[in-house]
């Protein structure tokens, strides 16, 4: 059994200041401005005590310099043979479509995961682009957008064909319009099947009909052919093409490059190893590899999210970490659901990200901030380093909360009498956040944060603490 109560983290040499496997499970927020020392402060202490306590992991790079930071505190750790460069050198492949179609377990394949998988590439697509995701018409092209894949997914699954976005993209362009559907009851089977022969999306209707042998496979059938015969092909006429570049847009970026290369073939890396205590470094960083870097390492962070919630937790399950830097570039929404399971599955999440702002830019819509709220108050420990930003500053201080303090008082007017008084204020103000130590050799290489767990009270009897993180 893991003991959940290991401290991984001592904080001081007070009891009530060790950070434990408990506390990490319950996931990590770290907020600083460029250069505060997320990275070389807080961030390698972290990194160091998941990989000296021998756990697995995936770490996502939006920075060239994430997988040579990997490389060192691994060998520091002795735990270089665990580590596995994903990268554009390597001969590793991982296809999002076969690992899920195939990989073991109830619910592979299925038509619902594999849709959500395209609308995650989809939303990733969108917020890279700076869109974020916004309000009702766009959620009307998402639903069609939505319907639309499903429909493609099923279709060549009952036909036969290998679902591949190659496939969809000839499903597409070859998919009935309004005046081909027209006359199709008067159509004899023959000059149906002549027409199957010459369109791509015909045949596998064809295909698909004659495949049909349960019930179940009936209805699907039905749905599948009333889809493709008469929904899409009458559509109004701005709806099809927005959908049909929609789908395209989201499939372009895997026709070339690292994503075709390494994203779109066959599966010899899987999630799965890091369960094991391999450690998966994604090097296809944000700056060097722009959009394509995003949806790489987002595929395959949701597809590492839902095997690690799948893994058995009654066995002796060794903890894993999923490491995020600039964590607003790959929000999901499936970062909230799978924060609700990670205690049980024993996945610890640490999201590195200069401020509160790039959340809410992100996840866009009308209400960004009560979303944002909610998955940060699912990362429970949060640490703030220096920063700038007034409304990080501002909800740090708020999150730390206030309490009565003294407040010496000069009283001018009448008399000169000074005295202390007991007012309700932030514990920590939100212009100290502008203050702390970065690192450096001005710094004496000390890196200055605040660390709070909701909840937790601390040795000096407060809901906080001020620490001090060694860069070296
Ligand atoms: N290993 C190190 N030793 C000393 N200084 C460092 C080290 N790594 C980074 N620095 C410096 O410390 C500061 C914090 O850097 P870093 O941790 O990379 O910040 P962040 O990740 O928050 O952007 C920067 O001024 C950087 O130049
Ligand atoms: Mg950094």
Redesign the pocket.
């Known amino acids: 059994m893991v003991n959940l109560d290991k401290i991984l983290v001592r904080f001081s040499s007070k009891p009530e200041d060790g950070w434990t496997i408990r506390d990490a499970v319950r996931g990590i927020q770290i907020f ?10 807080s ?1 390698q202490t972290l990194a160091k005590a998941f990989l000296k306590n021998g756990f697995g992991g995936l770490v996502l790079c939006a920075k060239p310099d994430e997988r040579t930071n990997w490389q060192e505190y691994a060998r520091k750790a002795g735990r270089e043979n665990d580590l596995i460069i994903f990268s554009e050198e390597s001969e590793y492949e991982f296809n999002p479509l076969e690992y899920e179609m195939t990989r073991s377990g109830k619910g592979a394949g299925e038509v619902f995961n594999l849709a959500n998988l395209f609308m995650e590439i989809y939303k990733m697509g969108n917020r890279f682009g700076g869109g974020g995701n916004a309000g009702e018409s766009e959620r009307y092209w998402d639903n069609a957008l939505r319907r639309c894949i499903n429909r493609m997914i099923q279709l060549l699954g009952l036909a036969g064909e290998e679902i591949s976005i190659r496939n969809m993209r000839r499903l597409l362009s070859a998919a009935p319009l309004e005046h081909e559907v027209e006359g199709i009851s008067e159509m004899s089977d023959e000059d149906i099947s002549k027409w199957g022969e010459s369109n791509y999306c015909m045949g596998c209707i064809i295909n698909a009909g004659n495949s049909v042998k349960t019930e179940e496979q009936e209805e699907e059938y039905t749905l599948i052919s009333d889809y493709f015969l008469r929904e899409f092909a009458t559509l109004p006429e701005k709806t099809r093409p927005t959908i049909v570049e929609s789908f395209l847009g989201l499939a372009e970026p895997f026709t070339s490059g690292i994503l075709k290369k390494h994203f779109a073939q066959k599966t010899n890396l899987y999630p799965e190893v890091t369960h094991e205590g391999k450690i998966i470094i994604l090097d296809f960083p944000v700056k060097e590899y722009l959009a394509a870097g995003v949806y790489a390492q987002g595929i395959f962070k949701l597809l590492w999210q839902q095997a690690t919630e799948r893994r058995n937790t009654k066995e002796d399950t060794l903890p894993v970490f999923l490491w995020v ?1 600039e964590s607003q570039l790959f929000l999901s929404d499936y970062d909230q659901i799978f924060q609700t399971t990670a205690r049980s599955s024993k996945a610890c999440t640490v999201f ?1 990200s200069q401020n509160i702002s790039n959340y809410y830019a992100a996840i866009g819509g009308r209400n960004p901030q009560s979303r944002v709220d909610s998955l940060l108050a699912n990362l429970s420990t949060k640490i703030f ?1 220096a920063n700038n930003d007034a409304v990080t500053n501002e909800w740090a201080a708020k999150t730390i909360g206030k309490a009565f303090l003294n407040i010496s008082s000069i009283n001018v007017g009448k008399g000169q009498t000074s005295g202390v008084s007991q007012q309700l204020h932030y514990q920590v103000e939100p212009r100290e956040f502008t203050t702390l130590l ?4 001005a710094n004496e ?1 000390e ?1 200055h944060g605040v660390l709070t767990i909701a909840g937790r009270k601390w040795s000096n009897g407060r809901n906080y603490l001020e620490v001090v993180f060694s ?2």
């Open positions: 600083g401005g460029i250069g505060s020392g997320k990275s070389s402060g961030g830097d590195l380093h970065s690192g450096g050799k290489f890196v860069q070296e």
